[in-house]
């Protein structure tokens, strides 16, 4: 290669370089992406990072779909929203403007520091109480419910609200032990949802499955391996759909409490999904059986 081609290289090398590094500026300016430490390589900043110490009634959420949907919402109880001033604007509030919570500028810089390198808030970060807590009994008039035995990972919970929401569920329902408390990290991953639907952990899920039976609705879990298909287990007009962890499924005592137990039959080569993805295609089917039954 020639050294004039050589040069054209370098010089288009640099000029890409200089255009990705003004974009990454720019998402950084926007609190879009993590603000890396002054002298520390992201890496370290990873590394260095202690998260603060949140009292019982703590909660901090971040993103703007997410601290626009508690603002919102009229149960959620705010105490102090912690801003850009490009996020104030992209969440429709002037400066100045009385939002019936303290409002405090900052910079990504500072929210980066009390969130971590990880977080991605846009600028945005909201610290608010916990929701009111729900009770089963208040769900009766719901169709169709969702319940997750232990399932641990936070973004998986956010997707499977989402879908929830999507496909107008009236709850999710977990378990106290082995699954996400509500969060910044749960709600960001709802995006908004975890304002929409209840969020209700059990002390004991085969005694909250047996209170739903005596509601009158049919628990049916999501197990690979389940006798029949999903579509023709479904019975009645009240649906609870039950799925497991990420890994070891449903619990023994959660298959022997459920009224069915039924697989998704998929033709292709794979035969197993991410939970929150089974969970969507479950929704669906349970909608299009309630839609049949006049719900």
């Known amino acids: 290669m020639s050294k004039d081609k050589n040069n054209d290289k370098s010089a288009r090398d ?6 990705r590094r003004n ?6 300016e926007r609190g879009e992406i993590p603000t890396p430490p002054m002298g520390r390589n992201p890496r370290q900043g990873k590394e260095n990072f202690k998260p603060p110490q949140l009292q019982p009634e703590q909660v901090f959420l971040y993103g703007l ?69 729900r009770r089963l009994d208040a769900l009766k008039d719901s169709p169709l419910l969702l319940v997750l035995d232990q ?44 304002e929409l639907i209840p969020y209700i952990q059990a002390g004991n899920l085969a005694d909250t499955l047996e209170e739903l039976h005596r509601l009158g609705f049919q628990s049916i879990g999501l197990d690979s391996e389940g006798p029949q298909p999903l579509e023709p287990t479904f019975s009645g007009d009240k649906i609870a759909l039950v799925l497991g962890s990420e890994g070891k499924g449903l619990r023994q005592k959660t298959r022997e409490t459920v009224t069915a137990l039924a697989r998704l039959d998929m033709p292709g080569a794979i035969k197993s999904l991410n939970v929150s993805n089974a969970c969507a295609i479950s929704l669906y089917a349970a909608k299009q059986h309630l839609s049949r039954q006049g719900k």
């Open 151 to 194: 399932v641990t990972d936070p973004h998986n919970v956010g997707a499977i609200m989402r879908s929830a929401v999507a496909f107008d569920a009236g709850a999710v329902i977990t378990t106290q032990r082995h699954s996400p408390t509500e969060s910044g990290v749960l709600a960001k991953s709802a995006s908004g949802a975890l």
């Open 14 to 19: 640099t000029h890409y370089a200089t255009l």
């Open 23 to 28: 974009v990454r500026d720019a998402k950084r």
């Open 65 to 133: 779909h997410t601290v626009r949907a508690a603002l919102d919402n009229p149960a959620r109880k705010l105490i102090k929203l912690s801003v850009t001033r490009n996020a104030l604007a992209r969440l429709g509030i002037e400066e100045g403007q009385n939002i019936g919570v303290p409002v405090e500028l900052v910079t990504p810089q500072d929210i980066d520091r009390f969130l971590g390198p990880d977080a991605i808030h846009q600028g945005v970060m909201l610290e608010t109480r916990p929701l009111p807590v």
